[in-house]
């Protein structure tokens, strides 16, 4: 157990990783987690090329080939690729299941670690049916298609499952979980903060333990499900019909974000300011989410947090701010 993702992703840092290593992370990724890089100052951040179904592993693979070394202390891994494979925050896209393994296969020959944030992987809307027709499917966790090779000479685990019951119970819980191999299950059981304790935030764990047997955690999930899918909806629907020309989005299948992307060359946070003045309305700017001067043109809206009829009124306020912003910075030019 952990005290939430962030609290997890702080514990592999610190306990599983060289400090003198190398963090692999998207480019783009949570800005909380970039913040999160930046205070492990001995270690080297190399963002990745993002594509629109996952890692470019190419680069990604030329990019360990050029940071690897020789880790001096006693420490599991010389570096890390932090990443969110399901509904990514900020993109919302979920990586190929091919490139999931092509992944698992180069975290191995490298024995790098990939430590993923599957905050995410139970809020699914329409991802599809099972076989059986009993409803739809989580899509599968990195730390799946790991363990398929459990029991084999060389499986040693190379997946940490990072998760939060934040996103799927309640935000101030602030309980995870993580879902990781034993070789990196026996230096966090050693780590000083678990081991005082006996585990991170015991009374809440055992709350959330008793509605996971009561089944009334299933109940809340199903509930956050229907109604994120619905918020989705009215926010899409709204982008897709009132979104000005030059401006697109994909609509994702799960998670809390819609990824927006505007022409090149509009930056996204003088536009935050000019919606937040004439219209009342603004979201995140997607240079938040770079480790670099990237993104600028981008967008992040969460259709997460407010109710449908909300999403619909301010949505198309931003797209009306997003159409006079470029109608005015056409004339400007």
């Not at 001995?42 to 690897?68: E, F, H, Q, T």
């Not at 009374?203 to 994120?228: D, P």
């Not at 009124?313 to 030019?333: D, F, P, T």
Request: charged share 20%.
């Amino acid at each position: 157990m952990t005290s939430g993702a962030t609290h997890g992703l702080h514990l592999i840092l610190s306990t599983l990783v060289d400090l003198a290593g190398v963090v692999f992370v998207d480019e783009v990724t949570y800005m909380i987690a970039l913040e999160a890089f930046q205070q492990f100052e001995s270690m080297r951040v190399v963002p990745v090329p993002l594509n629109c179904d996952g890692p470019n592993l190419d680069a990604l693979g030329a990019l360990i080939d050029k940071y690897r070394f020789k880790p001096t202390g006693n420490k599991l891994f010389w570096g890390v690729y932090y990443t969110i494979p399901t509904f990514h925050n900020p993109t919302g896209i979920l990586f190929n299941e091919e490139i999931n393994k092509q992944l698992i296969r180069l975290a191995r020959a490298s024995d790098i670690l990939v430590a993923c944030d599957d905050v995410y992987n139970l809020l699914y809307y329409s991802v599809g049916k099972s076989e059986e027709g009993s409803g739809a499917y989580p899509p599968k966790r990195l730390f799946a298609y790991d363990i398929e090779d459990i029991g084999t000479d060389d499986w040693q685990g190379n997946v940490i499952s990072n998760g939060s019951f934040s996103k799927i119970l309640s935000p101030g819980i602030r309980l995870g979980w993580m879902e990781c191999p034993p070789r990196c299950l026996e230096v966090f059981r050693a780590s000083g903060i678990l081991k005082s304790g006996g585990a991170a935030n015991n009374y809440t764990g055992g709350i959330v333990s008793s509605l996971i047997q009561l089944g009334l955690a299933e109940q809340q999930l199903e509930k956050y499900s229907t109604k994120y899918s619905e918020r989705l909806r009215a926010a899409a629907d709204v982008l897709e019909a009132k979104l000005p020309a030059g401006c697109s989005f994909e609509r994702p299948k799960g998670g809390y974000f819609i990824w927006i992307r505007f022409p090149e060359g509009v930056d996204c946070v003088d536009f935050n300011q000019y919606s937040l003045k004439h219209f009342g309305v603004t979201a995140i700017a997607g240079s938040r989410f770079a480790f670099g001067e990237t993104h600028r043109n981008f967008l992040r809206v969460t259709f997460a947090f407010h109710g449908a009829d909300y999403l619909r009124e301010s949505v198309e306020k931003l797209c009306r701010a997003a159409e006079q912003y470029l109608a005015e910075k056409s004339v400007g030019n």
